[in-house]
């Protein structure tokens, strides 16, 4: 079974910093998806970035960016140029490509604070 | 804007007392989701739809059902809520169940039991 891990629970930034959110996973499939969630305080999760795991280049979104290390399985998200609106819990997650009905396994998220 | 909605945001029930929370979406999506996310713990799909096709998971407890009336809506029932079921439970739709299939996601129903 797939499982995601985030294991720090709270991280802080200074706004205009940068900071970066640290995620592991397990899987023995070779082809699947990582994805980063941005769930705001009582509003709805978004989508934030995905890599594809065949594609080495790291994906970029914006002040968004990703180091995968494919072997490591390891999969970061680096916020550059912190805002205050960038305060939220976020979650990595995983989901293998084969089967039709496969599913999103997130990890336990991390809550982002960003100081003013 | 298209968009998922819950209602209600927040909703108390006694412990034992059936209840019943609401999804509906106007991105037309074929699939819908519902997922229970506990404290400090990550979402959990408990099961989803494809149009009529109802697909459990198969950890889900018999307590937890679920209905799509239509392609708008679709409801989670817990028929005996326990302590344990106190959580936060989200609603996700895609237009498909392949990977390309991004899920939205609305704000979810945080549930207490009394």
């Known amino acids: 079974a797939q499982t995601v891990t985030q294991s720090q629970p709270e991280m802080s930034v200074q706004e205009a910093e940068t900071v970066t959110l640290s995620c592991t996973y397990d899987?023995?499939?070779?082809?699947?998806?990582l994805f980063w969630y941005k769930q705001p305080p009582s509003r709805q999760m978004i989508l934030v970035i995905r890599?594809?795991?065949?594609?080495?280049q790291n994906a970029t979104e914006n002040r968004f960016s990703v180091n995968f290390q494919k072997a490591a399985k390891s999969f970061s998200l680096k916020i550059s140029d912190s805002q205050l609106g960038d305060a939220a819990m976020y979650f990595c997650?995983?989901?293998?490509?084969?089967?039709?009905?496969?599913?999103?396994?997130f990890g336990k998220g991390i809550t982002l604070s960003v100081r003013p | 804007d298209a968009m998922v909605i819950q209602n209600p945001r927040y909703q108390v029930t006694q412990f034992g007392k059936p209840v019943t929370l609401s999804c509906s979406q106007t991105?037309?999506?074929?699939?819908m989701y519902w997922y229970q996310q506990k404290s400090s713990q990550a979402p959990k799909l408990l099961f989803h739809?494809?149009?009529?096709?109802?697909?459990n998971e198969a950890d889900t407890p018999d307590n937890f059902q679920s209905r799509r009336p239509n392609t708008s809506f679709c409801f989670l029932d817990i028929r005996s809520p326990g302590l344990g079921d106190a959580a936060m439970y989200l609603c996700?739709?895609?237009?498909?169940?392949?990977?390309?299939?991004?899920?939205?996601f609305g704000p979810g129903t945080r549930l207490t039991v009394l």
């Open positions: 996700a739709t895609s237009q498909g169940v392949g990977i390309y299939n991004e899920q939205f």
């Open positions: 899987t023995s499939e070779s082809d699947y998806y």
């Open positions: 890599q594809e795991a065949y594609k080495q």
């Open positions: 997650a995983y989901r293998r490509t084969t089967g039709a009905n496969s599913k999103l396994t």
């Open positions: 991105l037309n999506h074929n699939v």
């Open positions: 739809y494809y149009d009529k096709d109802f697909n």
